[in-house]
């Protein structure tokens, strides 16, 4: 079956530090792999997506980035964390255009 | 930026009862989904309905989709306390997800 982890769950960084979120599948080849944030009591804002190896498409103008080096691999990252940049992370796969997305769960990020 | 609009914004009800929940949207879709979000947690996918469906279950869900009316609604009948989170909608369209806010169910006991 198809699993997917994501670390770490909860991490508190200070302002203007550099970030790096991973998230992995397995069970799966060549899913579409997407990074959110969901700010608190509010729903989900996609901020990547990737079709494919070094494919990535992004979705709203920022200071993060994304990258895809390996089929099942997904890393979110930053150069210089924002106030503004503090929220819960979500990676999620699915198994192509209009298929169910399967989430991790998630980390919590506090910008200091 | 944000295209489903789920209503109520809460929902609060006793256990047996059944719970309703809307979601409004404005583009053209591929397809609507539901998801369930535990506090703290991951999405939970729970249906997904194509545009060319009207209603679709499964288990205790219901969905029904009016694309005339760009609206869904998600049934979840003789409700338990389990089934306490929160509920959003989400449109596809060509991979470009869109998610709601969602309403979030609480389910007494």
């Known amino acids: 079956s198809q699993t997917i982890h994501q670390w770490p769950a909860t991490l508190v960084q200070p302002v203007g530090s550099p970030l790096s979120l991973e998230c992995t599948v397995e069970g799966t080849s060549n899913p579409n792999l997407y990074w959110y944030r969901q700010a608190a009591g509010r729903g989900l804002q996609l901020l990547f997506y990737s079709v494919g190896i070094g494919q990535i498409s992004s979705e709203v103008p920022q200071n993060l980035s994304a990258s895809r080096p390996q089929d099942r691999q997904f890393i979110l990252s930053s150069k210089k964390l924002l106030l503004s940049d503090s929220g819960f992370y979500l990676c999620?796969?699915?198994?192509?255009?209009?298929?169910?997305?399967?989430f991790g769960d998630g980390t919590r990020l506090s910008i200091l | 930026s944000q295209q489903g609009e789920e209503d109520p914004q809460a929902l609060s009800i006793q256990e047996g009862e059944n719970a309703t929940m809307n979601c409004s949207y404005k583009t053209s879709i591929n397809n609507l989904q539901w998801y369930r979000q535990n506090s703290g947690r991951g999405l939970v996918h729970l249906i997904l309905?194509?545009?060319?469906?009207r209603e679709k279950h499964s288990g205790r869900l219901r969905v029904t989709l009016d694309t005339s009316k760009k609206s869904s609604s998600l049934l979840i009948t003789a409700s338990r306390a389990a089934d306490t989170a929160s509920y959003f909608c989400a449109t596809d369209n060509n991979n470009d997800m869109r998610f709601g806010a969602g309403t979030r169910l609480t389910v007494k006991p």
């Open positions: 999620a796969w699915s198994g192509g255009e209009g298929q169910p997305q399967h």
């Open positions: 309905i194509r545009s060319n469906e």
